[in-house]
Structures are given as structure tokens and as C-alpha cells.
């Protein structure tokens, strides 16, 4: 059990997972920060598991960060968290990338704001429009 009384989260074994928070671990980053990244890394190894039946970082594709982002809509509350979610898979890419783990980055150029919708409401440009016309105000 862990402090809270939760049972200990049980990771998909991933070598370059492992590397990755250990980096960030050396690169001064606090254990909560490590933590947050490794739970990140292992949903997003987990979603395109389940989703398109891999988990090898070199079997991932760009159609994995994008489904991912369209899940993440419908599965985080907060565009906040789902920045953070999405953005912490971007950014592991971009480490296994330029450790040479992988050949490919297929999150280059990726942007995480982008791949995830903003909120739950679909009218955003009207919303949007509703902020530029006020209603006109009579001075008495």
C-alpha cells in the first residue's frame, strides 16, 4: 500500500520509460515532477497499446498522438491535465529522439495544444464572437 492507502501503481515494463525518468530524475526535476512523468509516459504506452496493439516506442506513429488527444478529450476534465498529459508524450518523444533510441520522432512538429480539444464546448467561435460584439450602453 502507499501512503494514501492506494495500493502501488504497477508500471508496463519499458526500458526506455525507465531511461527517460531516470534523466529527469539527474536533470534536478522533484520526485513529484518523475512521478507525474512516468504515470504520463506509461498512460500514453498504455493507450496505444490497447489502441493500436503496440507498445514499442518504434512502433508508435504520429495516429497514435492523435488519437490520443481526441481520447484525452473525452477522458480528462481539464485542458490543463490533458496538456500536461499529451505534452509529457511529446516531450518523451522528442528525448528518445535526440538520445538516438528511435530513427523517427513521429511527434515532430506536434503541437500539444493543438491535438487536444480546448473544452467541452464545441462553440468556441461563437463564444469567441460573443466577447467582440458587446451590447451597446446608454450613458443616462
Not at 490497447?50 to 492523435?66: A, E, K, P, Y
Not at 490520443?68 to 511529446?90: E, H, Q
Not at 518523451?92 to 493543438?114: C, D, H, M, Q, V
Not at 491535438?115 to 451597446?136: D, T, V
Amino acid at each position: 500500500m502507499g501512503a494514501r492507502g492506494r495500493a502501488a501503481r504497477e508500471y508496463l515494463p519499458s526500458e526506455e520509460r525507465e531511461a527517460y525518468v531516470a534523466y529527469a530524475r539527474r536533470r534536478g526535476r522533484t520526485l513529484v515532477t518523475v512521478q507525474q512523468k512516468n504515470c504520463y509516459v506509461d498512460e500514453f504506452v498504455r493507450f496505444c497499446s490497447s489502441q493500436s496493439g503496440h507498445s514499442n516506442v518504434n512502433d508508435i506513429d504520429t495516429t497514435d498522438f492523435l488519437n490520443y488527444g481526441k481520447w484525452l478529450g473525452t477522458s480528462c476534465r481539464t485542458f490543463a491535465t490533458r496538456l500536461a498529459k499529451i505534452g509529457g508524450a511529446i516531450q518523451w518523444f522528442s528525448w528518445l529522439a535526440e538520445t538516438g533510441r528511435i530513427k523517427t520522432n513521429p511527434a515532430r512538429g506536434l503541437i500539444a495544444s493543438r491535438l487536444i480539444p480546448s473544452s467541452g464546448n464545441a462553440n468556441a467561435a461563437e463564444q469567441s464572437a460573443a466577447f467582440r460584439h458587446k451590447p451597446e450602453t446608454t450613458r443616462a
